[in-house]
T-cell receptor
Framework: GAVVSQHPSWVICKSGTSVKIECRSLDFQATTMFWYRQFPKQSLMLMATSNEGSKATYEQGVEKDKFLINHASLTLSTLTVTSAHPEDSSFYIC??????????FGPGTRLTVL | EDKVVQSPLSLVVHEGDTVTLNCSYEVTNFRSLLWYKQEKKAPTFLFMLTSSGIEKKSGRLSSILDKKELSSILNITATQTGDSAIYLCAVDGWGGGTSYGKLTFGQGTILTVHP
């Protein structure tokens, strides 16, 4: 089956630093990748959609300058949380969609900003 | 704005019980409805439903979509403690263009199965 990996699985950083999270489709080419955020006891909220080689589309209320998304290849997308603050602490999950376009989720990255 | 509502929000049962989880939606350009199981990490895929009235089955789990009622149910029979998880319903409301494959998730149903 389709496998999506994320790295790191967890990260703790100081307020004001930037954190990069990688999302890789291991055995298929992902034309589209999605980034979600999940706060404790809440559901997944879509942050942005990225297509390989083009700019990401951000959902309303998500700051594109704060959450930088790069989808440089068909197997890799990165999310960089710039100048992270404690309120950015969350569980970040990516998903990848290829052909057929079922979304497969990565294992998630737990970000804690001190 | 697309909306997905799940009920109940939480459910506590004993092993062997049968449970039914509900999902209703309001979405433009409906393409499919998906069920996921989430334990400690990211959701794992259970079912994708596109056609009304056709039951999908996998072991003790089954699901069906009712496009007329804009809803779906997920049934779990003979529940086990390993079924304890959050069950998420999501709808793919293909907005076209850059909204391809956008999923809107419900709040989830927290299922707890006691021995």
């Amino acid at each position: 089956g389709a496998v999506v990996s994320q790295h790191p699985s967890w990260v703790i950083c100081k307020s004001g630093t930037s954190v990069k999270i990688e999302c890789r489709s291991l055995d298929f080419q992902a034309t589209t990748m999605f980034w979600y955020r999940q706060f404790p006891k809440q559901s997944l909220m879509l942050m942005a959609t990225s297509n390989e080689g083009s700019k990401a589309t951000y959902e309303q209320g998500v700051e594109k300058d704060k959450f930088l998304i790069n989808h440089a290849s068909l197997t890799l997308s990165t999310l960089t949380v710039t100048s992270a603050h404690p309120e950015d602490s969350s569980f970040y999950i990516c998903s990848a969609s290829g052909n057929p376009d079922t979304q497969y989720f990565g294992p998630g990255t737990r970000l804690t900003v001190l | 704005e697309d909306k997905v509502v799940q009920s109940p929000l939480s459910l506590v049962v004993h092993e062997g019980d049968t449970v039914t989880l509900n999902c209703s939606y309001e979405v433009t350009n409906f393409r499919s409805l998906l069920w996921y199981k989430q334990e400690k990490k990211a959701p794992t895929f259970l079912f994708m439903l596109t056609s009304s009235g056709i039951e999908k089955k996998s072991g003790r789990l089954s699901s069906i979509l009712d496009k007329k009622e804009l809803s779906s149910i997920l049934n779990i029979t003979a529940t086990q403690t390993g079924d304890s998880a959050i069950y998420l319903c999501a709808v793919d409301g293909w907005g076209g263009g850059t909204s391809y494959g956008k999923l809107t998730f419900g709040q989830g149903t927290i299922l707890t199965v006691h021995p």
